[in-house]
Nanobody
Framework: QVQLVESGGGLVQAGGSLRLSCAAS????????MGWFRQAPGKEREFVAA????????YYADSVKGRFTISRDNAKNTVYLQMNSLKPEDTAVYYC?????????????????WGQGTQVTVSS
């Protein structure tokens, strides 16, 4: 069992930056691939970024590539999402998730554990 708690969301103007954190507790964090997903009002949850268990491989949705960076610190049991050049269309609830496979994936159904989410609002 893995418990995930996101933090770092908030209100920011377009062009600004935020860094989300996801703190994990429970079973060995370093043996999980981690991902970030988001859900905007009235839309389905969508993949944002993922990182392998070592941090050596990362994947991004086309919509955030070049603006967002996912990273992890296994010593701190934490995964991060650095978000730069934010746009109003990035407004959503952001969720982190843990996948017991070692390699990262964009497929939502591979993730077994989810956090409660943190709201990110980007004003124009």
């Amino acid at each position: 069992q893995v418990q995930l708690v996101e933090s770092g969301g908030g209100l920011v103007q377009a062009g600004g930056s935020l860094r989300l954190s996801c703190a994990a507790s429970g079973r060995a964090f370093s043996s999980y691939a981690m991902g970030w997903f988001r859900q905007a009002p009235g839309k389905e949850r969508e993949f944002v970024a993922a990182i392998s268990w070592t941090g050596g491989n990362t994947y991004y949705a086309d919509s955030v590539k070049g603006r967002f960076t996912i990273s992890r610190d296994n010593a701190k049991n934490t995964v991060y999402l650095q978000m730069n050049s934010l746009k109003p269309e990035d407004t959503a609830v952001y969720y982190c998730a843990a996948d017991p496979a070692l390699e990262a994936t964009m497929w939502e159904n591979k993730y077994d554990y989810w956090g409660q989410g943190t709201q990110v609002t980007v004003s124009s």
